[in-house]
Every structure is written in C-alpha cells, then in structure tokens.
C-alpha cells in the first residue's frame, strides 16, 4: 500500500463526511418542520430524503490496470421529496382545516428522524476516525522514510 493509497483514502472519508453532513442537514429540515402545514410551494411540508451516489473516477479506464480502484468516494445524487401520504387530522379550528375540519400534515415520524440522524452522526464520525488515523499513518510513514 503507497501513500497514493493512503491520500485516496482521506479524500473517500472526506466525501463520506460531506455526504453524512448534507443528510443531517436533510433530518434537521424534516425534524424543524414535522408540524408545518403550509410551505410557500403549497400544501403541507414533505419530508426530504438525500440519495447517494457513488463517485468513480476514469483511472480504471484510462490505464486497464485492474488493480486500480475506481472508486473515489460517495456524493449525494439529489435530495428528494418523499412519495409517503400525508396523515389527516382532526383539528377544526386550524387555519388549514378543510370543510370537513381535516388538517393534512406531513407524514414524518420523528422517532424515526431521531434514529437516522444518530445512524448519520456515527456515520460522520466513522469517516472523521479514518481521516484521523490515515493522517497518523501518513505522518509514521513519512517520518520513517526521513530516518
């Protein structure tokens, strides 16, 4: 294993973190809005799920070597409206109550934005682990080649 190897590494852990901050900052949307009934687009908040990707580079392409690995990190494709109904309630005197007295809210359980936001911290912090030990490796490695 080069230190090419171990650079690489750091930018996939990076790419990782990027990912993992952009679905935090996606729960936290969905989290703040779990009660918005109205949004300026119209109609209730819809919870918004980030989609992953993974990020390849043109290495493997470019030099038939199979012992390269294209792979260069994780990006996020697009975050996306999610497709669930939203529930009705029975609140008359809402200002978005229909005739009938029904409320549409959004359909976010937040128990379950809870756990994906601990799954997505521990995430974060798996890839900021990686960073840290890579960079001791790197500094071992070069500080051997120095002696």
């Not at 750091?10 to 703040?32: E, H, V, Y």
């Not at 005739?99 to 937040?110: K, M």
């Amino acid at each position: 294993m080069g230190l090419g190897t171990l650079f690489n590494t750091l930018k996939i852990s990076g790419t990782g973190m990027r990912a993992q901050r952009i679905r935090i900052d996606a729960i936290a949307s969905n989290l703040a809005n779990v009660n918005s009934t109205r949004t300026p687009e119209g109609g209730p908040y819809k919870r918004k799920v980030p989609i992953f990707a993974e990020v390849f580079d043109d290495s493997l392409k470019q030099t038939r070597d199979p012992r390269e690995d294209p792979f260069n990190g994780v990006a996020i494709a697009g975050i996306v409206p999610a497709q669930e109904c939203f529930k009705k309630v029975y609140d008359p005197g809402h200002p978005d109550a229909d005739e009938t007295g029904f409320v549409i809210v959004p359909n976010i359980n937040p128990m379950e934005e809870m756990v994906n936001l601990i799954d997505a911290s521990r995430a974060y912090e798996a890839n900021l682990s990686t960073i840290r030990n890579t960079k001791q490796i790197i500094a071992d490695t070069l500080r051997i080649l120095r002696a």
